[in-house]
């Protein structure tokens, strides 16, 4: 359990510092060119390529969850007990928060940085949004994205699936589910990934954290129940994700 709860901060420091600092770099320094779309691609890229390279490198220890709507679903599939789900969500949390302490602290040596300017990546909804959508929009992007995506993982790592191509199938899920959301909320599909930032801009980012923890969480527990209802034959199996 220690090498799993390691692995698990570890794993979601990575994907905050690396996914979190580039989203910042194209949105917030502007270094996308002048080009939306470009800062799309390269953040929705970053967050896809980390988590894949993450689920080779540490899936063999805890599964590479880096994720408590991942965990969740884990649990709801059958594949941990909760206890063991409890302890991941905590070095998620404190992963993702260290992640974005760290990176706050790197750009803060620039004199280009200003958090009220440049941010943190942060996810929102309204003023926060690119396109102004409400609180009900934003909530629904969630839920069906983290759907999606822990309904994803949880196929990719069954015993019917191919353990080779595991990770690149999760990696390119989670790119499509950025391509599509940066420009809607900013994407979060994982409270560890939305908390860590909000805390450091603190604001109105922070008022709306809420959402970006509640609605991945139905998100994963929908996705997990999906794949209960396709693949009943797999809702007892021990191993995990």
Same mark, same amino acid.
């Given at each position: 359990?220690?090498?799993?709860?390691? !692995?698990?901060?570890?794993?979601?420091?990575?994907?905050?510092?690396?996914?979190?600092?580039?989203?910042?770099?194209?949105?917030?320094?502007?270094?996308?060119?002048?080009?939306?779309?470009?800062?799309?691609?390269?953040?929705?890229?970053?967050?896809?390529?980390?988590?894949?390279?993450?689920?080779?490198?540490?899936?063999?220890?805890?599964?590479?969850?880096?994720?408590?709507?991942?965990?969740?679903?884990?649990?709801?599939?059958?594949?941990?007990?909760?206890?063991?789900?409890?302890?991941?969500?905590?070095?998620?949390?404190?992963?993702?928060?260290?992640?974005?302490?760290?990176?706050?602290?790197?750009?803060?040596?620039?004199?280009?940085?200003?958090?009220?300017?440049?941010?943190?990546?942060?996810?929102?909804?309204?003023?926060?949004? !690119?396109?102004?959508?409400?609180?009900?929009?934003?909530?629904?992007?969630?839920?069906?994205?983290? !759907?999606?995506?822990?309904?994803?993982?949880?196929?990719?790592?069954?015993?019917? !699936?191919?353990?080779?191509?595991?990770?690149?199938?999760?990696?390119?899920?989670?790119?499509?589910?950025?391509?599509?959301?940066?420009?809607?909320?900013?994407?979060?599909?994982?409270?560890?990934?939305?908390?860590?930032?909000?805390?450091?801009?603190?604001?109105?980012?922070?008022?709306?954290?809420?959402?970006?923890?509640?609605?991945?969480?139905?998100?994963?527990?929908?996705?997990?129940?999906?794949?209960?209802?396709?693949?009943?034959?797999?809702?007892?199996?021990?191993?995990?994700?």
């Amino acid at each position: 359990m220690i090498r799993k709860f390691g !692995a698990e901060l570890v794993g979601t420091f990575i994907l905050v510092f690396f996914a979190v600092g580039v989203a910042t770099l194209m949105f917030g320094f502007r270094f996308d060119g002048g080009s939306a779309a470009a800062g799309v691609v390269a953040t929705a890229l970053c967050f896809g390529l980390v988590l894949l390279g993450l689920a080779y490198v540490i899936g063999p220890i805890s599964g590479c969850h880096v994720n408590p709507a991942v965990t969740l679903g884990a649990v709801v599939a059958g594949r941990m007990e909760p206890i063991e789900g409890l302890f991941y969500w905590v070095a998620q949390f404190i992963g993702g928060i260290l992640g974005a302490l760290v990176l706050w602290a790197m750009f803060s040596a620039s004199p280009l940085y200003h958090t009220s300017i440049q941010g943190l990546g942060a996810d929102g909804y309204g003023s926060l949004s !690119a396109i102004h959508i409400n609180v009900w929009g934003a909530l629904l992007c969630e839920v069906i994205l983290t !759907a999606l995506f822990v309904f994803t993982v949880i196929g990719a790592t069954s015993k019917i !699936a191919n353990p080779a191509l595991g990770g690149l199938v999760i990696g390119l899920t989670l790119t499509v589910c950025h391509l599509i959301g940066i420009q809607i909320t900013g994407t979060s599909v994982n409270p560890a990934r939305s908390l860590g930032p909000a805390l450091i801009v603190g604001g109105t980012a922070l008022s709306q954290v809420w959402l970006f923890i509640v609605a991945p969480l139905i998100g994963g527990l929908v996705g997990a129940m999906l794949h209960r209802m396709l693949f009943p034959a797999e809702v007892a199996e021990p191993s995990a994700v």
